[in-house]
Structure formats: C-alpha cells, structure tokens
C-alpha cells in the first residue's frame, strides 16, 4: 500500500515551484491533494489534470492567501469535498527584497499577510477536524536562521515567525497526536529563486553542495514528515539547503 493511502492533504500555493512538487509528490504516495492557487489558474488547472489523468486524485480551488477568510473557506472546502483533512502544508510565499530604507508599511502588510497569517488562518480552520495522526507541515526559509545578506529583513522575519508557529502549535497539539514542523528550504530552483540569475552567483559559493535543490529535494522531506514514519518529529525545523547554513 501507498505510504499516504487513504489521507487527504491540502497544499497551499500548489501551482508552481516547491508547491507543485509537494502536490505531486504526495498524490504520487496515495493522498487525495486538494491544493490552492491565486495568480496561476492555468497552472494550477493543468496539474491538476495531469495527477488525475495518471490515477491519483487532486484539485485546485481558488484562494488567495492574502485573504485570512479565504484560506478558511479553502480548508472548510477540502473538508466539505472530501470528507477529511490529514495533512495540511502551509506552502504558500511570498518574498520583499528590498533595501530597509525603501520599505514602507504596505509592505509590512503584504508579506505578513501571505507568508505568517494564512499560515495561522489555516492551522486555525484544520485544527477543528484534524485526526489524531494529523500533520501541519510549514514551509519556512533557512533564512529564519541564516539572513544570508542585506534586503530581505521582512522576509527573514515573516519566516521566522513561521518557526515560532509551529513550536507553541507543536505543544498544543501534541496531546491529540497531531504534530507540526517547519520545513526550511534554502536555495531551490524556482519562479522565485531560479537557479540561472546573480543572486544564484552569489549563493552558489556559500552552499556546502554548491548547488541549488530542486522543489522535489523539499517534497520529499515533505511526504517522509507526512507518513507514518515521522510520526515522532514535531516542534522541529528541518533544513534542506545544500548546508548553505553549515
Ligand atoms: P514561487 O514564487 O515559485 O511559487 C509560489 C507559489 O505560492 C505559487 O504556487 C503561487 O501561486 C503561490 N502563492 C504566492 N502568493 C500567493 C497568494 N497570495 N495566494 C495563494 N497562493 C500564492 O515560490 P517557491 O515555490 O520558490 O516558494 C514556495 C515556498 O517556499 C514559499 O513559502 C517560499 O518562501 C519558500 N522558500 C523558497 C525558497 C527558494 O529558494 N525557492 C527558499 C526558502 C523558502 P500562484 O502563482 O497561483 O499565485
């Protein structure tokens, strides 16, 4: 039997980047992946299409995560579709690279609506039906630990406080059997952090691998926290940077 048979999960931002790499992955170990999307409906439509065509079950549904209500309602459809919420991955991001000088307060604003309170919202929303064997996985940075440079001190911040979310959620869940962790990314080939630009120049040099990862280096880790066999991690932050932060 698939290692997630029988689970239902939902991806936040599944579209593109780490997001679809996690959507597939876990459709491919058996879970029903319900996942979200806001910019990229054709994306979104597409992949969705494609695990269906090949024998695993996913679906898209509009919600922008900038929207705290919409996150609800994208969980309470889940829940409503399919009938259970097992897994729910708080994948969704975005970043403000910036000099501190030229930030204002919208942009305070935006990054911590996606990146910190749709994670709250949604751990929020699941925790009322998740299961005793239930798993909130949260996709952080290893920039939480690790600033790396100038320009992304909103960014670091919204990440970290990702981290502090998944410790006191880690402790008020545990006695329902239901962990929390934060998955922390370093450079990963995406939209947001292709792997071909000056930035990549610049943190190709400071990796241990010397490498960027791929958005199925960080599915993996991903489906292992899901299954049965990361059933006693919780509380943690796991670091998947091509020891970037080493
Ligand atoms: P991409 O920009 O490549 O993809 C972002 C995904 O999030 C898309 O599916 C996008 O969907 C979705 N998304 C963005 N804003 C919203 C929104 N307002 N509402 C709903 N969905 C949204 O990013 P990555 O795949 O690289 O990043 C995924 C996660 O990993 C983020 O949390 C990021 O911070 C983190 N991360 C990435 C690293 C990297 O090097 N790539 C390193 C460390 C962490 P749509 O297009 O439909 O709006």
Do not use: C, W
């Not at 305070?108 to 699941?126: F, P």
């Amino acid at each position: 039997m698939k290692k997630l048979a029988n689970k239902i999960a939902l991806v936040t931002g599944g579209s593109r980047g780490i997001g679809a790499a996690i959507v597939k992955r876990l459709a491919a170990e058996g879970a029903t992946v319900a996942f979200t999307y806001h910019s990229s409906p054709e994306k979104a439509e597409a992949l969705a299409q494609e695990i269906n065509a090949n024998g695993g079950k996913a679906q898209a549904i509009a919600a922008n995560s900038a929207d705290a209500l919409a996150v609800t309602a994208a969980v309470e459809q889940t829940i409503a579709q399919f009938g259970a919420l097992d897994i729910l991955v708080n994948n969704a991001g975005i970043y403000v690279g910036k000099a501190f000088e030229e930030h204002n307060l919208q942009d305070y604003e935006d990054i911590m609506a996606v990146n910190v309170r749709a994670v709250y919202a949604a751990s929020l929303a699941a925790v009322k039906h998740l299961p005793a064997g239930g798993r909130i996985i949260n996709i952080g940075s290893n920039m939480a630990e690790n600033a790396v440079g100038p320009a992304g001190t909103l960014y670091v911040m919204s990440k970290a406080a990702v981290h502090g979310l998944t410790r006191g959620l880690a402790r008020d869940l545990g006695s329902k059997g239901i962990t929390v962790n934060t998955v922390q990314p370093g450079p990963i080939d995406t939209d947001m952090n292709p792997a071909n630009s000056e930035l990549a120049d610049f943190l190709r040099p400071r990796m241990a691998l010397s490498e960027y990862g791929t958005g199925a280096d960080v599915a993996g880790l991903v489906a292992f926290l899901a299954s049965n066999e990361g059933q006693y991690i919780t509380g943690a932050a796991l670091t998947i940077d091509g020891g970037f932060n080493a």
